[in-house]
């Protein structure tokens, strides 16, 4: 660490450049130290706002379904949601929750997918993979492996058109979703139709990066340094940083993006992740990869999707508009 440099993030906060809508949310933040004594009361808080969701409308079907999983791990729980209406050749979309990998169930997402289905006439088939710590990698990610293995394999029952299905996560599960994407592209086994990576963790060595040199605006709210490094250690069998860690894990060490499908990434000018999110956009640009990134200003982690506020409804325009360009050209 360079010992003349000035850290101005240790004498300035960075809430003045909070976008004013999202303030309120922002000091409502708790500020807790994530360690595995309290995760699991945080899980507990966590399931209790994924349990609590509206009744679906009469239009639309939710079903369950438990999967094999691969290799002899154990089956994969899957929430699936669809139009009542049966039809054949509809798009797909496979998606993983957020969490920190640490956190989380599909239920979280479910008003979104609700708005998907309806708005691009689709199918949303979202994963419940195993957390961590209690399953490190590649677990999760098999998981999330046979839960879209499945998928392409019941197409047709599903009334999904296997060559236009897209994957989609948020934070952690977008960074699943980016491994995941070149999982797919290394074993060839079926096509992937697009990414969409909203505000993606990707790179176990930020949390090297932000204790040695820390970006003076970035990670003060929401998901901050502390909660990184400790995410990254519960989710890897070595520790953040280690030279042998997994492209799949941390997708941003992988050092050739060629043939991975069209991608869209959104990220923060306050996340935490915000250059590694624009590092590897630039890198999908650079190897061919056509790319749309969108950085909203004023936004920490966890204040992209806020219903009611002016940022959250242009990612939501944003994401119906980068999908039915993929679905439908």
Avoid at 99 to 109: C, D, K, S, V
Avoid at 278 to 285: E, S
């Amino acid at each position: 660490m360079n010992k003349d440099r000035v850290d101005w993030g240790a004498f300035v906060s960075s809430k003045y450049l909070v976008d004013p809508e999202l303030l309120a949310h922002v000091e409502s933040m708790p500020q807790v130290e994530l360690t595995h004594d309290i995760l699991p009361r945080v899980r507990e808080m966590s399931d209790a706002v994924a349990q609590n969701r509206q009744p679906l409308p009469d239009d639309i079907l939710r079903e369950e379904r438990i999967v094999p999983g691969r290799n002899g791990d154990p089956d994969v729980r899957l929430l699936i949601y669809r139009p009542v209406e049966q039809e054949a050749g509809r798009p797909g979309i496979f998606h993983t929750h957020g969490g920190g990998f640490i956190l989380g169930a599909p239920e979280r997402g479910e008003a979104g997918f609700v708005s998907l289905v309806r708005e691009l006439d689709c199918v949303v088939v979202s994963v419940a993979y195993r957390l961590s710590p209690e399953t490190k990698f590649p677990g999760p990610m098999d998981d999330c492996y046979a839960g879209l293995s499945w998928m392409y394999q019941n197409a047709t029952d599903l009334g999904v058109d296997p060559e236009r299905i897209a994957l989609a996560g948020e934070s952690a599960g977008a960074g699943l979703a980016a491994g995941l994407c070149l999982l797919v592209r290394d074993r060839a086994e079926f096509p992937v139709l697009f990414q969409y990576l909203a505000v993606p963790m990707l790179d176990d060595r930020t949390a090297i990066r932000e204790e040695d040199d820390p970006h003076p605006f970035t990670g003060e709210f929401g998901w901050n340094r502390q909660h990184n490094r400790f995410g990254w250690e519960c989710y890897l069998e070595g520790a953040p940083g280690d030279r042998g860690t997994s492209k799949y894990a941390s997708p941003a060490r992988e050092t050739d993006l060629s043939g991975l499908p069209p991608t869209y990434v959104l990220t923060g000018a306050m996340d935490l992740f915000l250059q590694e999110d624009t590092d590897y956009a630039m890198r999908l640009i650079r190897c061919g990869v056509p790319t749309e990134l969108r950085i909203m200003p004023g936004a920490p982690h966890g204040a992209l999707g806020l219903e009611g506020t002016q940022i959250g409804k242009e990612c939501g325009r944003d994401r119906l508009r980068v999908l039915r360009r993929a679905f439908f050209g």
